[in-house]
């Protein structure tokens, strides 16, 4: 979507609000000093119930970063998906070891649309109205669980997505690239509604401030009438963070997108900055 007066939506969005205490709060200082506009929760998220009204107070926009991976255990029992879960309870830790599973049939589509059923109800019970899903380690590109993420959506009325996009030509990213075309089509089908353009991963937990301006200047340079850069802040001083061992930079996220060089770079781009619902109501 483009105003008339030329400028294009930038939505940057924060993820994982409930990993840690320390991410929460830098999420929420991200918004209120600098360029966050969105945010996307984690309902199983060990810090989200205790951090949820704060965001629920600050008026910052809320999407759905629905899990079934990673370090933290899902909000329904074992019992209740065992095709998620090991003998632990567990999701499995990594999007390789889950891709897997669902490559050889082991994941049950009925088993995801109970656990993201009940991490919706996480949110909606905290009062968050989401805005737009995506998936915890960009999962629903996976075409199983991004079906499943699209249909529970529709059925709320959510009417946006994340479509993750990679400049990269590894073999991995190959497969990025494939993935994201096929979530591109069925989100159009579904009629939900996606940024034109996207950064976020290749930069995942190294959005320097140099990382940053670089990125929005392309993203700038692209064209697109609307745009996601996916970030990843969080505070310094965050002991909680040492169970998830990812190699991220959480706290120069968060100065980075304080900055001054980063709201220059928006400006200087054409952007203004906005909401994945300003996306919805255009495409409506």
Not at 18 to 26: M, N
Not at 94 to 110: I, N, P
Not at 180 to 203: K, V, Y
Not at 247 to 265: F, H, T, V
Request: proline share 5%; net charge negative.
């Amino acid at each position: 979507m483009t105003d008339r007066g030329g400028q294009r939506l930038l939505v940057v969005n924060a993820d994982d609000f409930g990993l840690t205490p320390g991410v929460c709060r830098g999420i929420l200082t991200a918004h209120e000093r600098g360029i966050v506009t969105s945010t996307t929760a984690l309902a199983v998220g060990p810090a989200f119930d205790a951090h949820a009204g704060a965001l629920r107070d600050s008026g910052l926009a809320v999407g759905a970063h629905l899990c079934a991976v990673g370090e933290d255990p899902p909000v329904l029992s074992a019992a209740e998906v065992p095709s998620l879960v090991d003998g632990r309870g567990r999701f499995p830790l990594t999007w390789k070891a889950f891709l897997a599973r669902a490559a050889r049939g082991a994941v049950d589509a009925d088993d995801l649309r109970r656990e993201f059923t009940a991490q919706f109800e996480v949110l909606c019970g905290a009062g968050l109205s989401p805005t737009h899903v995506d998936a915890h380690q960009n999962l629903h590109l996976w075409p199983q669980v991004g079906a499943v993420a699209i249909e529970l959506a529709t059925a709320r009325g959510i009417g946006a997505l994340r479509v993750t996009r990679t400049l990269s030509w590894s073999p991995v990213s190959l497969g990025v690239r494939a993935l994201s075309a096929d979530l591109r089509r069925r989100a159009t089908r579904a009629a939900m509604a996606f940024p034109a353009a996207s950064t976020g991963l290749d930069e995942a937990g190294h959005l320097s401030t140099d990382a940053l301006v670089a990125a929005v200047a392309r993203l700038g340079r692209g064209g697109a009438p609307s745009a996601e850069l996916a970030a990843h802040p969080g505070e310094v001083d965050d002991p909680d963070r040492s169970r998830y061992e990812w190699g991220y930079w959480w706290p120069d996220e968060l100065e980075a997108l304080c900055s001054d060089r980063a709201r220059e770079a928006v400006e200087r781009a054409g952007f203004r900055l906005g909401t994945f619902a300003e996306l919805t109501v255009a495409a409506r």
